[in-house]
């Protein structure tokens, strides 16, 4: 017994040091695709919802079986390590670790696929107690994890000021964003702000990107306020590049030509380097992308999949460095896929993606052998690019067993100021 006791002690030990660790997301296999988190608009959205609304997660599956697809729901800390205070039933109303039973096929289309929907809440989970941070996790019927996505909760009470300066750093001047915040509350009393109180900055709705654990600069009674030089400093970058193939068989905004083969071939204008060019204004979507279909009236099944071919005019790059396509279209994540390869004959990176119709935000970005992303290196950035910034404040009292999103801030750098 003592024996069994002293071989299972460590084994537990390691367990738990393990279930502490940070979570990242799962990237789905090359068959599920267009995962999207829809809010009051069809636009992809960064999925940050209040205590009491709807959650609606969408996904395509390419391989026409018509599979058994389960969720799972958990509640992460501010840092995204498991809340292990809480047990299941504290945070969910109901029961996860269901299937998801709303799906249809695809309509009248070359590329066969199955669109799932899953809306929160539904019959099973009749909604979210605890605000916080929170992760879907999409299994198949082996109980095989194909893909989790995280998504955030906000019950309210603090008021967030957010105001986007230049940078204060006159060395990037012209290149850099600043993000000054104000947050206060009629509601809650922070007590002890610089341990209960915690914020995470976003540019553009990427969280691989984002700015976490910056602490208050100067605390006023109830108010926090952060006027950094550095710590809330992004790079400006540049406006994304895009293009429409809502209407799939001729070229639109952006597109080349197409060619029709056993899918639609979409290719794009060759893009060129615009790190030394000149600033230009170019409205987008800050990354994100829209699924539409020009003679449809349900795009999530009637929309087709096309192969979209990116061309860059570039020299090579040393070998250490690869160039990918980078966008919310597949959430910022950087693999094989995504990944550009050299053509000396022509003197261009080219890569194929299979996307479905819509309008997308994309750019090409540097990642080096160490895996650090470049996003400047050959988009180039300059103060003048409208970005988006959102803060999303946690906290958690003094005895508090979980970490509570209280405000949530945005702002555009549409308003700059010294």
């Known amino acids: 017994m003592t024996f069994k006791l002293h071989l299972f002690l460590p084994l537990f030990l390691c367990y738990c040091l393990g279930y502490a660790q940070i979570q990242h997301e799962t990237s789905p296999p090359d068959y599920i695709k267009t995962i999207t988190f829809k809010g009051d608009t069809n636009l992809s959205v960064l999925p940050i919802i209040n205590l009491g609304d709807v959650l609606q997660l969408e996904f395509d599956v390419l391989n026409g079986y018509e599979d058994d697809y389960y969720y799972s729901i958990e509640h992460f800390n501010y840092d995204w390590t498991p809340s292990t205070n809480l047990m299941r039933s504290e945070y969910i109303d109901g029961f996860d670790k269901q299937r998801i039973v709303d799906y249809d096929n695809s309509f009248n289309t070359y590329q066969i696929y199955s669109h799932y929907v899953l809306s929160i809440p539904n019959n099973q989970v009749r909604g979210l107690k605890l605000s916080g941070n929170y992760m879907i996790k999409v299994y198949n019927e082996d109980d095989t994890l194909m893909f989790s996505r995280k998504f955030m909760v906000n019950e309210g009470g603090a008021n967030v000021g957010v105001t986007i300066k230049l940078s204060r750093d006159v060395k990037y001047f012209n290149e850099k964003h600043t993000v000054d915040l104000t947050i206060n509350s009629g509601t809650i009393v922070f007590n002890n702000p610089l341990q209960t109180i915690k914020t995470t900055i976003i540019q553009n ?50 597109i ?55 061309s860059l005019q570039a020299n090579e790059l040393t070998p250490n460095k690869n160039v990918h396509v ?80 209280i405000g949530i801030g945005e702002a555009s750098s549409t308003n700059l100021s010294n």
């Open 205 to 254: 709705n990427n969280l691989n990107t984002a700015i976490d654990n910056i602490k208050p600069m100067y605390v006023m009674g109830n108010e926090l306020i952060y006027k950094y030089n550095t710590e809330t400093t992004f790079w400006a970058g540049n406006e994304f590049l895009y293009f429409d193939n809502k209407e799939i068989r001729g070229a639109n905004s952006g």
């Open 326 to 405: 980078y966008g919310n279209f597949n959430n910022y994540t950087l693999n094989n896929t995504t990944k550009m390869t050299y053509n000396p004959s022509k003197g261009i990176y080219e890569n194929k993606m299979l996307l479905k119709q819509g309008f997308y935000n994309y750019k090409f970005v540097t990642q080096d052998e160490a895996g650090q992303v470049n996003e400047g290196e050959i988009s180039g950035n300059f103060y003048q690019t409208e970005n988006n910034y959102k803060v999303i404040v946690y906290y958690r009292d003094l005895g508090g067993r979980y970490d509570k999103i």
């Open 256 to 310: 080349d030509f197409v060619d029709l083969q056993d899918l639609y071939n979409t290719y794009l204008y060759t893009n060129v380097v615009r790190r030394d060019l000149p600033y230009t204004y170019n409205p987008d979507i800050n990354g994100n992308f829209l699924i539409n279909n020009l003679d449809s009236t349900n795009p999530n099944i009637e929309a087709d999949y096309a192969w979209i071919h990116f």
